[in-house]
């Protein structure tokens, strides 16, 4: 059950109301910079754990085979905490802004 920050839109999909509320008086040109931030941001979080979930991998002893029987480790569900709560700010930010930017590769 979401809490009184967040609210269900459409499909279920979260959307979290102090976001909205802070971009909601900002012109379109600082939201669009916001989006794109948060893109290059959600792109940095998803390359760190890609990173810790190789590492487990690693020096996992199990075969490719048995890789989603390995215990993963607290650094790796951090960092996938971390992606997907800016994977719902970024969400939001795009529903404001009512387009998906173009942000160049790093």
């Known amino acids: ?12 999909k979260m959307v979290l ?3 909205l509320g802070l971009v909601r008086d900002l012109p379109l040109s600082a939201v669009e910079q ?15 754990a890609d990173t810790l979930y190789e590492a487990q991998l690693a020096r996992s002893d199990h075969s490719e085979s048995e890789a989603s ?5 607290i650094p790796y569900i951090t960092a996938m905490i971390a992606m997907q709560s800016q994977m719902t ?6 529903d404001v802004l009512g387009f998906i930017p173009n942000v160049a590769s790093e």
């Open 34 to 48: 916001l989006t794109i931030d948060a893109i290059k941001t959600h792109r940095r979080l998803l390359r760190e």
């Open 89 to 94: 700010v970024l969400s939001t930010l795009l």
């Open 17 to 19: 109301r102090p976001v």
């Open 1 to 12: 059950m979401p809490d009184e920050n967040m609210v269900l839109a459409g499909h279920h």
């Open 69 to 73: 029987d390995i215990k993963i480790d």
